[in-house]
């Protein structure tokens, strides 16, 4: 059955970044109607600072916390604005009825890092060839990725899918109105970046314009001296036919 205390702190590392605000997340549930929740800088009997308590709804911020830490939720920690230095080990602790349990998480803070990008695709576009797009990414926090064709989003279909992160774009059975610029547009907290690779499809001599060949000045005879003229158009493909 459950103890008098029982405290979750779900994450053991939590990610912060310089400049942003965070939230150490922690809840407990207790059999009576009275508790103390206290937060800990450290881990309490190695140098550890409190940072704030709470009892009966009454909370007390030390001193040396009180322009950046509060308690939000039911007992959570917000660092506001977080630095560097905020990097350490946290812990959560909370007493009931002569009972005490508690939970920990460290607070990894890092540089916030602009998003960046580039584009390539995996082989050379020829019409009813799979082809895959590749988005590198990088930023800190991880960047978000959208795809867009000519100024357009593209969205999952029978012929376009997605990797799991969204940073490969597979288009099946490649077609030649597949042909165009591909855009990735990355963004995070810090701000957002695009990059390009144009696609421009291979396809040989074929249908819906079909090869024609014509006479001009010919009626069925054709005399010695008369001129005849003999054209030939090609059929649509990409690069264009030679004509032969």
């Not at 001296?225 to 036919?241: D, K, R």
């Amino acid at each position: 059955c459950m103890s008098g205390v029982n405290v979750n702190v779900p994450y053991p590392i939590t990610y912060g970044l310089v400049g942003y605000d965070t939230t150490l997340i922690c809840v407990y549930e207790i059999d009576g109607p009275y508790s103390i929740l206290t937060w800990y800088d450290g881990f309490p009997g190695r140098d550890a600072s409190i940072i704030l308590q709470e009892m009966n709804g009454v909370v007390y911020v030390h001193p040396d916390y009180q322009d950046r830490f509060s308690l939000t939720g039911q007992a959570s920690l917000r660092i506001n604005d977080t630095e560097l230095d905020d990097s350490n080990d946290y812990e959560c602790q909370v007493s009931a009825g002569g009972e005490i349990d508690h939970g920990s998480t460290y607070l990894s803070v890092t540089e916030s890092q602009s998003p960046y990008c580039t584009l390539q695709h995996n082989t050379q576009p020829v019409e009813g060839v799979d082809l895959t797009l590749t988005c590198s990414i990088q930023g800190i926090p991880p960047p978000t990725v959208q795809w867009l064709k000519d100024g357009y989003s593209i969205e999952n279909s029978k012929r376009y899918t997605f990797s799991e992160d969204d940073t490969e774009l597979t288009i099946l059975n490649t077609h030649r109105n597949d042909s165009g610029v591909y855009i990735c547009n990355v963004t995070n907290l810090v701000g957002s970046f695009l990059c390009y690779d144009l696609i421009d499809v291979v396809f040989p001599p074929t249908e819906p314009v079909p090869c024609q060949t014509s006479l001009t000045g010919y009626d069925g005879h054709v005399m010695a001296g008369e001129g005849v003229i003999l054209t030939c158009t090609s059929c649509s493909s990409n690069p264009q036919a030679e004509l032969i």
